[in-house]
């Protein structure tokens, strides 16, 4: 588990035992954030694939 998974364990113990009184979005902040990054490199990684892929091919045509 990473920094951000163990935040987010801790602030949702922390939220469900009343101890903090914050809105769910923000005890799930960490889990989100990190989503969204994983999502992103995802994103680039898929992209850099296509971009490899087309100049592959473009590199047989000529």
Request: hydrophobic fraction near 70%; proline fraction near 2%.
């Amino acid at each position: 588990m990473g920094i951000a998974e163990v935040l987010t364990v801790v602030f949702i113990v922390l939220k469900l035992t009343d101890v903090i009184s914050w809105s769910w979005w923000l005890v799930l902040l960490p889990a989100i954030i990190s989503f969204s990054i994983y999502i992103i490199i995802l994103v680039v990684k898929l992209i850099m694939v296509i971009i490899a892929v087309v100049a592959v091919k473009n590199r047989k045509e000529v």
